[in-house]
């Protein structure tokens, strides 16, 4: 069963500190992806990558960073946690090619405390 | 930017027909997406349809696109307490390089009643 694995469901941190969520996909797929969900406003891009080593700004960068060292790994950085990035962060991958549709991780659900 | 909109909230009893509406405003979109998001779940792909096309059905599930007017509805047949769920609306950004950049709606908090 192919899958996004994000490393923790439930994180809950401190304001200043430096937090990292993990984004694994087992399915090759060159396209990955990283949205925050918030609440009467939908999903929304920070950071996609087409391949390894190369990353995009998405809509809300600001206060994010990426990694992409190999293909099947995307991890979200948060350099210095602030109480607005209390959110549900949504990982996914697709492959190359239009039409393909997402596939997402079962999300991570940061509080910053 | 694109945008696209849908409402937040609808309820339905069940067995009736739920019909969820999306508004995308993005004219060079090529594919146009439902997705399906379960309490504590990530997102689940439901139907995707193509811009070319007006109608697409799979089981219970049926998708009508009006392009002219940039609006996209998904009707769920004899709903059912397990349809309860964020449903999301979402269209493709053409890009270079063989990206599939999509845009998300809103979603809409589905309630099937008993």
């Known amino acids: 069963d192919v899958k996004v694995t994000q490393s923790s469901r439930y994180l809950v941190k401190r304001t200043g500190e430096k937090v990292f969520l993990e984004c694994v996909q087992d399915m090759d797929h060159e396209n990955m992806f990283w949205y925050r969900q918030d609440p009467g406003l939908g999903l929304r891009l920070i950071y996609f990558s087409y391949d390894v080593k190369m990353k995009e700004k998405g809509d809300i960068p600001e206060g994010y960073s990426v990694s992409r060292e190999k293909k099947e790994r995307f991890s979200l950085i948060l350099e210095s946690a602030s109480t607005n990035q209390t959110s549900m962060y949504l990982c996914?991958?697709?492959?190359?090619?239009?039409?393909?549709?997402?596939?997402f991780g079962s999300g991570t659900r940061l509080t910053v405390v | 930017g694109e945008d696209v909109e849908q409402s937040l909230f609808l309820s339905v009893r069940e067995g009736d027909s739920s019909v969820i509406n999306c508004t995308y405003t993005?004219?060079?979109?090529?594919?146009l997406y439902w997705y399906k998001q379960e309490p504590g779940a990530g997102l689940q792909l439901l139907t995707y349809?193509?811009?070319?096309?007006d109608m697409k059905q799979d089981q219970r599930l049926t998708v009508l696109l009006n392009k002219k007017d940039k609006h996209l509805s998904l009707r769920i047949a004899d709903t059912q307490t397990g349809d309860s769920a964020i449903y999301f609306c979402?269209?493709?950004?053409?890009?270079?390089?063989?990206?599939?950049?999509?845009?998300f709606g809103t979603g809409t908090q589905l309630k099937v009643e008993l």
């Open positions: 993005d004219s060079s979109s090529t594919y």
């Open positions: 979402a269209e493709t950004d053409i890009l270079t390089g063989g990206g599939n950049k999509l845009t």
């Open positions: 349809i193509f811009s070319n096309m």
């Open positions: 996914a991958s697709s492959p190359v090619g239009r039409g393909v549709g997402y596939t």
